[in-house]
């Protein structure tokens, strides 16, 4: 088990300018003076917990102080039950796997494996030994003496991974690691990563800004903003049941609708936007009639129909629209249309059974929801109404 009670990491250190700081001497100079504050986390033993959130959220500077690089203000970290405090980075039970990989271009895939395992001083018929094994169980059987640069983007993860690995630390520690690579590899990559996880075991932290790598690497994710966490839960969690409008904006599509509340009925909120949007929506917290609100609608819980029969027979309200656009994408394909009366965007993703796949730029269509699907929460300051 990882243990972080954090309550912030501030900017006013006196630091050399390094890479690892670059990004806390940017914030700093805005006068932001705290990258982490508030973190109250556990991690479990043998799963994957994914920190996600974009850029400048914090989740580096996060994954640095668990493996040692950077030191909280206040707080401690425990890892295995064991306080981390003033434990230096290489007598930590950690490794750290980069987006860039950091591998020895120099040195053959074997030494690169083997190389921590010769820096602690393990005899050399060992080394060979337990990196034959390590090879074998990421599927590079026989590949000791082939140099780094023969190797494939997805290879070369691998044997990042193997070099972590081949050490046994109680957590691996991932940043971004998918992110130099191209669309298709990096989606490949995440099944990849997924199943050697499970193989070995290992406590994963993975931290990246791509809320489908996340979702799909998780058994549990940590959405942060702003140094502190939005919520903490299962990627089904964060997917269905978002706690916060930044969550339910960040994790996965939305429509976005802004707008006052002129209504409550159990969970349930009616809203208006600026544009004359009526609809109605499951509330998320406390909202009450005049707040200022945001409802989220998700693309595929939205469904489509050339007339209102289905949705007159089925008692769920609906609208009337225009096609805009239509994004072919396979299985992700979408209709981008506007509201007749209100003029407001909707994108939604296009059934699989091709019923509509004749429609076109300029058709009306019926479009509608069951409401319990979409979410409200009240925010601070009035807004326009908009979707997005």
Known sequence: MVTLRLARY??????????IVDDLLELAEQGQVEAVRAIDLEIPDGQVTVLVGPSGCGKSTLL???????????????IGGKSMHDVPPNRRPVNMVFQHLALFPMMSVG??????LARRGVPRD?????????????????????RIEQLSGGQKQRIAIARSLVLEPTLLLL????????????????????????A??????????????ALVMSDHVAVMNQGRFEQLGTPQELYYAPQTPFVAGFVGANNRVQGKATGTHGDMTTLHSADGLAMSARAIGTVRP????????????????????????????????????????????????HEHSSRTGFRIALPQTGQMADLKVGDTVHFGFDPQRAVCFSVAQPAAGHAG
């Open 175 to 198: 940043d971004e690691p998918l992110g130099a690579l191209d669309l298709k590899l990096r989606e490949h990559m995440k099944i990849e990563l997924k199943q050697l996880q499970a």
């Open 64 to 78: 640095r102080m668990v493996a040692g690089f950077l030191g909280p203000d206040t707080g401690e970290i425990r």
């Open 290 to 337: 005049g707040d200022a609100v945001e409802a989220f609608v998700r693309p595929e819980v939205v469904s489509l129909s050339r007339t209102a029969d289905p949705f007159s027979s089925a008692g769920l309200p609906h609208f009337l629209g225009t096609v805009d656009s239509l994004l072919f994408d396979g299985a992700n394909s979408a209709v981008l249309l």
């Open 126 to 146: 060992e080394i060979k030994r337990r990196v034959g094994e390590m090879l074998e169980r990421v599927s590079l059987p026989g590949a000791e003496n082939k």
């Open 111 to 116: 030494d690169n494996v083997g190389y921590g």
């Open 200 to 213: 070995f075991g290992t406590t994963f932290v993975y931290i990246t800004h791509d809320q489908s790598e």
């Open 10 to 19: 501030p900017h006013h250190h006196h630091t050399t300018r390094s890479a």
